[in-house]
């Protein structure tokens, strides 16, 4: 079995209510992300020698990840107050993205999984909140 990743970069804003610590307050990240993907090599065609082609990838994590997070400002939609600023924002015709998480890099890390299990064979997802925190989220292949 081979493993090829991808990586892509987008913007987002956060905020973790009730944390203790800075990331309480609403704030933004330049968020790096790895896609791994596993497989064996294919063994003819034009994509002969290739677990997948990187284009492919891209094109699956632009559509599934980075249109919906890049610029947005994220929130657990279960949090009445982090809901109240998402409300706010769309009422200004803002992008928001609800997540059935707290906005964690693990947690997002784990929903991105999600999201591109049906389209890839996601092996890991590597995200990094800062140049010096990231996370990786290893779940089963697809």
């Not at 990586?7 to 933004?28: I, P, Q, R, S, V």
């Amino acid at each position: 079995m081979m493993r090829i990743a991808k990586e892509f970069t987008f913007d987002m804003a956060h905020m973790l209510d009730g944390h203790d610590g800075k990331c309480h307050n609403l704030h933004g990240h330049t968020y790096t992300l790895q896609v791994e993907v596993a497989g064996d090599l294919i063994a003819d065609g034009s994509k002969a020698g290739m677990v997948l082609d990187y284009g492919d990838i891209k094109r699956v994590v632009k559509e599934h990840v980075t249109a919906k997070l890049d610029h947005a400002f994220a929130y657990f939609e279960e949090n009445e107050n982090e809901c109240r600023v998402a409300k706010l924002l769309q009422e200004m015709n803002r992008k928001t993205v609800a997540l059935p998480c707290r906005t964690t890099a693990e947690g997002m890390a784990m929903v991105i999984f999600d999201w591109l299990g049906p389209y890839l064979p996601v092996s890991a997802i590597r995200l990094g909140e800062t140049p010096t925190s990231f996370c990786e989220y290893r779940g089963e292949l697809s």
